[in-house]
């Protein structure tokens, strides 16, 4: 590398300063590295570990002869920081630039103005989140920064030159740069790092002096080492940081000894549904908060940031042919599964949920109950316990309820919290936040809620609460379960018999799930209705396999000869069996056996061996009871002896995305004559050999389009690359392991 700073001066040569000039020296990201010390030991010491080429003790030695492009790092204590300046007022020749990495930068800004009057502006105040529980050049390492975050807190005052040259250093040592005001940052280090250390003193302090624990470190296990490593941490250092950043760390002090003092109190109650709640609250935090780690090695990720570390890439490479054999069970019905919180979280008592979808959309919705203070077990291998809170005990949430990309907890969501007595609003992803959100607000509006979208019925939105909701006779406009759910929802709240009028049957798994849960819904053909002001009691839930998910799987045995593929355990109820019926229509061998109820849904085991598939014309009437599988639909179409017609199915251009766009652009990619039409498409297939030839194409961040091209390469004459995969897991988190069980040749790149 050219180097990106002449010489780099090292005031305080121990982990934080000593790791820096390691990494530039090994980057060959500056010309020298000269280290200032205090004390000759630590300087002959810092050369003969290499951490800088020479050393010095008195600061005039080197100052004085300094010139543009070189960078003083200045990591001694951070109330030692002034001291240095002064120093520095003395003898910096024009043109230096000097930065830090002081853990409190509020300190670092007022020694500045003590020391020159004002911040200069060649000083950018910084602070490098990455460090250890050892200290001293000793301890330093070159690639201590590498994938970690620097945080930069420069002033107005700042030259853009000095802190392009700061980030450029950076950078150069594979950090990643952000910047930020200096109260933020240090109100955040004080939660995320100076709260945690107080913490971690207190506890190891607390029981060295206690006579009676004078046993406790030769008894200490695991959860007491883990939880207290920070404690060996630099004594200096860490007292100056609590100088330094006394008001902010007190702010979170308190709301920490509030916190325990509850948990106090929960505990001598023997309150075990209060436990429950903050340890289950508590672990899923964790656990989301280890999953990101996991995918991105920042060792110390900020809290707002969190959301944007999510949006990984993922690409998917299927090797072409193969032949699909197996007996499976895919993931619980992501429909259910979302209704399964949230009736449980309404009802009273426990409700007990076995097959529940951990897939993200589903967790997106348990954790908007979580957030409105429903105490929720697992999931743990689909075993979701649900402590209700009855119809009017959920809690305002803190903040904006996140639904990511699922629309469903969106739309649903909006009528449960339309009759609440506390205001919420709704936010997702970028997919969810371009979908219409008007088909829910108006009917809503008209119940009398108080509903705000963004501009064109988008998310977020912002639902008042207190409203006194009335019961209305709804026609739905267009065919959706969504919708129909949304209002009967709400009608829960409502004064009156709320209605709902369909133009074709959709799911209903709604109604379903309420009988369930002890509720009366009449239907009558296509009318359903409910009475508002009654309750919902606990009880059990079997969620079977979804049958949009079993979808791929069915497709794939379908158009490959030599397939025979079984799937345990799915859900069949009459309103989701279009994919069946479309099949059987174009000639596919697909058997039913083991059919038998489930908490009232029918569930069935279905085998699929391949046969040759004719193009059909796709009856209207089974566009809704297949509206999720036509993606998969059309890989089969594709591989059909003549032509296939969609019509009726313009819901499909907006779900996470313009599904018929973005499925014919990709099967015109491999070689498919597909024309898309406003409410359909038509596409010629190929019955014989390939019937698609390879190619990238782009699942534009939509599950169902990433794994129905996955399935399209079991009949590629090459391989297919899928960009945009990695919602894959919102309704199919082990979507490429059973594929891989199957026999499909899908390797995941992330
Ligand atoms: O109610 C539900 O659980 C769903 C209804 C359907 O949406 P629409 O109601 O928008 O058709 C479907 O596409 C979605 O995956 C799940
Ligand atoms: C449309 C879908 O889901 P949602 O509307 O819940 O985002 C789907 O899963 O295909």
Known sequence: MEPVINRLVVFGVGLIGGSLALALKRAGACRDVIGVFRRERSAQEALALGVCDCAYTDPRDVLPGLGKGDVVFVSVPTLAVAGVFEQLRESLPEGVTVTDGASVKGSVVAAAEKVWGAVPEFLVPGHPIAGSERSGAEAAKADLYKHHRVILTPMDSVSGEHLARVEAMWAAVGAEVLTMSVAEHDEVLAATSHLPHVIAYGLVDTLAHDSENQNIFRYAAGGFRDFTRIASSDPVMWRDIMLANGPAILKSIDLFTANLGELRKAIADSDEARLTGVFTRAKAARDRFTRMLARKSFSEPLIEEMDDMEGKEVTFVVRPGGTVNGDIRVPGDKS????????????????????????????????????????????????????????????????????????????????????????????????????????????????????????????????????????????????????????????????????????????????????????????????????????????????????????????????????????????????????????????????????????????????????????????????????????????????????????????????????IQAMADGLLLLGVDARPTPDGIVIQGKPEGPAFTGGSVDSCGDHRIAMSFTVAGLRAADAITIDNCANVATSFPNFDQLAATVGIGLDVRD
């Open 336 to 659: 259910m599964s979302h209704r399964s919180i949230m009736l449980g979280s309404l009802a009273e008592g426990v409700t007990e949920v076995e097959g529940f979808l951990e897939g993200e959309d589903a967790l997106a919705t348990l954790q908007a109950f979580r957030d409105m203070g429903v105490v929720i077990e697992g999931p743990d291998k689909g075993r979701v316990t649900i402590h209700g809170v009855g119809m009017h005990g959920l809690k305002a949430p803190a903040g904006p309820l996140y639904l990511g990309n699922s629309g469903t907890s969106m739309r649903l969501l909006a009528g449960l919290l339309a009759g609440q007595a506390f205001s919420a609003t709704l936010t997702g992803d970028e997919s969810l936040s371009r979908r219409p959100m008007n088909r829910v607000a108006e009917p809503l509006r008209q119940m009398g809620a108080d509903i705000t979208t963004a501009e064109a019925g988008r998310p977020p939105l912002q639902i008042g609460g207190g409203a006194k909701l009335q019961a209305i006779d709804y026609k739905l406009p267009m065919a959706s379960a969504q919708v129909k759910s949304c209002v009967l929802l709400a009608g829960l709240y409502a004064d009156g018999r709320t209605y709902t009028t369909e133009p074709a049957p959709t799911r209903d798994h709604t109604e379903r799930m309420l009988s369930g849960f002890g509720y009366a819904v009449e239907r009558a053909g296509a009318t359903a209705s409910v009475n508002g002001g009654g309750k919902l009691f606990a009880t059990k839930i079997d969620v079977p396999a979804d049958i949009s998910s079993a979808t791929f799987f069915m497709v794939a045995a379908a158009i490959t000869p030599g397939s025979d593929v079984t799937l345990r355990h799915v859900g069949i109820n009459p309103t989701r069996d279009g994919v069946i019926n479309i099949l059987r229509l174009m000639g596919a061998d697909i058997e039913l056996s083991n059919q038998h109820e489930v908490g009232g849904e029918p569930v069935a085991d279905i085998r699929v061996r391949y046969a040759s598939l004719k193009g059909i014309r796709i009856p209207e009437d089974q566009v809704p009871l297949a509206i999720d599988e036509f993606p998969a639909l059309f890989i089969a179409a594709a591989c059909a002896d003549g032509e296939t017609i969609l019509t009726g199915a313009e819901e499909l251009r907006v779900k996470e995305s313009d599904r």
